[in-house]
């Protein structure tokens, strides 16, 4: 079993539907990252929090440590968000341990 | 800032032959990472260094994989002989080292292709 899981794997939706990407994982972490991979293979971090909950724009990324678990939301969403979400949690000072990534689609 | 500057972005070498692959992390960023994405494993660290130290190799897939930092603003990760299995995208990245972790800054990215 991965140590981090992410769900749904894929997901389409059409413009302006509210997403929820989920990530579950089965170690200890001193945070945990959301990182965006668009279509043409670049990686941008959105997010690393380590509690509560963080916004950015139409993003909002939430964790719980006691359950283990973190959600990213895009809330309004446009064909410009398609891309694959990774979620990554942070083994130790800097280790990054990564998900399978969730592939988003919206269409217009 | 011109941001992580990996090179080559394409490289297409045959079996057996050495490839060297480049890195210059942000200017001021005391920690660099190479990972190593591919299809059926996805993103995978091999290893990173603080403060031109190697801290963590235990990604590193094989004797064949071997990286350097010899100061703050150059890395290399070098496969010598390569193989078809080592297709894959190799990226860099850089950070302020800090507590519990900080924001990484990924570079473009090197697609090697092993024929």
């Known amino acids: 079993k991965n140590e981090v899981e992410q769900s749904p794997q894929n997901l389409t939706a059409q413009e302006g539907e509210f997403i929820t990407i989920n990530c579950s994982y089965s170690v200890g972490i001193s945070a945990l990252h959301w990182l965006q991979q668009h279509p043409g293979g670049g990686i941008v971090s959105l997010f690393m929090l380590s509690s509560g909950k963080k916004k950015h724009g139409r993003l909002i990324a939430t964790i719980n440590i006691q359950e283990k678990h973190s959600s990213l939301h895009i809330t309004a969403s446009h064909p410009r968000d398609s891309a694959v979400y990774i979620c990554?949690?942070?083994?130790?000072?800097?280790?990054?341990?990564f998900g399978q990534g969730t592939r988003l689609t919206i269409n217009p | 800032d011109a941001g992580v500057i990996q090179s080559p972005r394409h490289e297409v070498t045959e079996m057996g032959q050495e490839v060297t692959l480049r890195c210059k992390p942000i200017s001021g960023h005391n920690s660099l990472f190479w990972y190593r994405q591919t299809m059926m494993r996805g993103l995978e660290l091999l290893i990173y260094f603080n403060n031109n130290v190697p801290i963590d190799d235990s990604g590193m897939p094989e004797d064949r994989f071997s990286a350097k930092m010899p100061n703050a603003s150059f890395s290399t990760l070098k496969i010598q002989p390569s193989e078809p299995r080592d297709s894959a995208v190799y990226f860099c990245?850089?950070?302020?080292?800090?507590?519990?972790?900080?924001?990484?800054?990924f570079g473009p990215g090197t697609r090697l292709l092993v024929l």
């Open positions: 990554a949690v942070i083994r130790g000072a800097q280790k990054l341990v």
């Open positions: 990245a850089s950070s302020i080292s800090g507590a519990s972790g900080e924001t990484q800054y």
